[in-house]
């Protein structure tokens, strides 16, 4: 199983920017999903998870109105869609699987982790 995070780059406050996680190995809609991150300093944090075999997810409060995780079956893709984006979310951004039904916010539950992919905003 490998999964591979894209879409990270440098951009300003206030712009939008949209992560991709592609699987190898797994079909994504079997699996819950989720995103972390990692601030420079700082331990990794949840972001958002989306349920498998369903488009329920939750988000962070602190990204929450901003940040909308979703799942394109079709082309065995997650997404992040970060809009309004602030400096203090510079950070790497993991994707991640579960096997387990339900919403998961903390690391333990999922199995399998992406590489990470670096979104640096400035002010």
């Known amino acids: 199983v490998q999964l591979q995070a894209s879409g990270g780059g440098l951009v300003q406050a206030g712009d939008s920017l949209r992560l991709s996680c592609t699987a190898s190995?797994?079909?994504?809609?079997?699996?819950?999903m989720g995103w972390f991150r990692q601030a420079p300093g700082k331990e990794r944090e949840f972001v958002a998870t989306?349920?498998?075999?369903?488009?329920?997810?939750i988000h962070s409060p602190s990204v929450q109105d901003r940040f909308t995780i979703s799942r394109d079956n079709a082309k065995n893709t997650l997404y992040l869609q970060m809009n309004s984006l602030k400096p203090e979310d510079t950070a790497v951004y993991y994707c991640?699987?579960?096997?387990?039904?339900?919403?998961?916010?903390?690391?333990?539950?999922?199995?399998?982790w992406g590489q990470g992919t670096l979104v640096t905003v400035s002010s």
């Open positions: 991640a699987s579960t096997d387990r039904a339900g919403l998961y916010v903390t690391e333990d539950y999922y199995s399998y």
């Open positions: 190995g797994i079909t994504l809609n079997n699996y819950g």
């Open positions: 989306i349920m498998r075999h369903s488009t329920t997810s």
